[in-house]
């Protein structure tokens, strides 16, 4: 199955428009869960406010993850 990660604010948006192939759901909101990880430890504050919004190919909304490093830089 085809899922597509995009990257929000309130304010901007970074559509994915080629998407990837999961043998599942879950399978793709764990992969998009393993961004967000990576961009809160390697990029901090550039990423404050950011989600990463995962949608199948009809564009519904499965899972919508938070790279906010707002808890890491008051540890």
Same mark, same amino acid.
């Given at each position: 199955?085809?899922?597509? &990660?995009?990257? /929000? =604010?309130?304010?901007? %948006?970074?559509?994915?428009?080629? #998407? $990837?192939? &999961?043998? +599942?759901?879950?399978? %793709?909101?764990?992969?998009?869960? %393993?961004? !967000?990880? $990576?961009? /809160?430890?390697? *990029? =901090?504050?550039?990423?404050? #406010?950011?989600?990463?919004e ?6 519904? /909304? *499965?899972?919508?993850?938070?790279? $906010? +490093?707002?808890?890491?830089?008051? !540890?």
């Amino acid at each position: 199955m085809r899922f597509f &990660f995009d990257y /929000k =604010t309130l304010d901007h %948006a970074l559509y994915d428009y080629r #998407g $990837d192939y &999961f043998q +599942t759901p879950q399978a %793709a909101i764990e992969f998009a869960a %393993a961004i !967000a990880e $990576d961009l /809160k430890n390697r *990029l =901090t504050e550039n990423w404050m #406010g950011w989600s990463i919004e995962v949608r199948n190919v009809e564009g519904m /909304k *499965l899972s919508s993850i938070s790279i $906010d +490093t707002a808890g890491l830089l008051a !540890a």
